[in-house]
């Protein structure tokens, strides 16, 4: 695990790990594909907690047929709450308040410097982490931690599922902090009831189901 405040070498290693989850945490195609030799070549001088990982989930990509990757994102992605890639459902829900916390990853992306597409929504994890890695370490570092018992969360249940996706969450995880005593807290609360709920009828607010999906966040 990295230190609470990461050296200069050490952010530029996280940078790296997390242009290459980012990458990977998109939807699957022939174009992910072809960054794969870059995607190894680029991951080989960052430490074994997150390039070991990565490694073996490009293992995966390579040996697995593209339609089979397509099926197995939208099935993981798009069909398992517990498997959200929308950082502010864990913390918000169907809630009121997400719209909030999605102005407020807005705000840091324009503050920035950053304008997103229209199509693109703010707390998809691997817009984060292209943020982090390619705009600003520092803020988008902050907007991981700031999710960080969200993120843990999205890991346990990749885990559970035994899915392959699960290395890419640990290589994120393995450039964040250990959980603190009120994240691990956070953490046990969203494993045994799940998000807020109060539902607003208003998209880009409802549960995942109900959300743009892949199509419109990272493809």
């Known amino acids: 695990m990295s230190s609470a405040r990461p050296s200069g070498r050490e952010l530029r290693e996280h940078q790296v790990t997390w242009q290459a989850a980012s990458l ?8 992910l594909l072809g960054y794969a030799r870059l995607l190894r070549a680029a991951i080989a001088n960052v430490p074994d907690g997150q390039s070991t990982p990565l490694a073996r989930f490009l293992d995966h990509l390579e040996a697995t ?6 099926a197995d994102y939208v099935s993981t992605f798009d069909h398992q709450r517990r498997c959200c890639l929308y950082l502010t459902y864990y913390a ?10 999605l102005l407020a990853f807005k705000n840091a992306y324009r503050n920035a410097g950053l304008e997103l597409d229209t199509d693109e929504l703010s707390d998809h994890l691997a817009v984060v982490l292209e943020f982090a890695a390619t705009t ?3 803020v988008g570092r902050q907007l991981l931690l700031d999710h960080r018992a969200g993120i843990e969360l999205l890991r346990l249940a990749l885990e559970a599922a035994s899915s392959p996706y699960a290395d890419v969450l640990r290589a994120v995880t393995a450039t964040l902090p250990p ?20 539902q607003v009828g208003l998209q880009p607010f ?3 189901d109900l959300m743009p999906q ?6």
């Open 24 to 31: 990977l945490l998109s939807y699957p195609d022939e174009r």
């Open 206 to 208: 409802g549960p995942p």
């Open 92 to 101: 918000h829900g169907d809630t009121r308040k997400r719209g909030m916390a």
């Open 179 to 198: 959980l603190a005593g009120n994240e691990r807290d956070a953490v046990a609360r969203l494993a045994a009831d799940g998000p807020p709920v109060e």
């Open 214 to 219: 892949h199509e419109s966040a990272r493809r």
């Open 65 to 70: 047929p593209v339609l089979e990757l397509a």
């Open 136 to 138: 600003d370490a520092h």
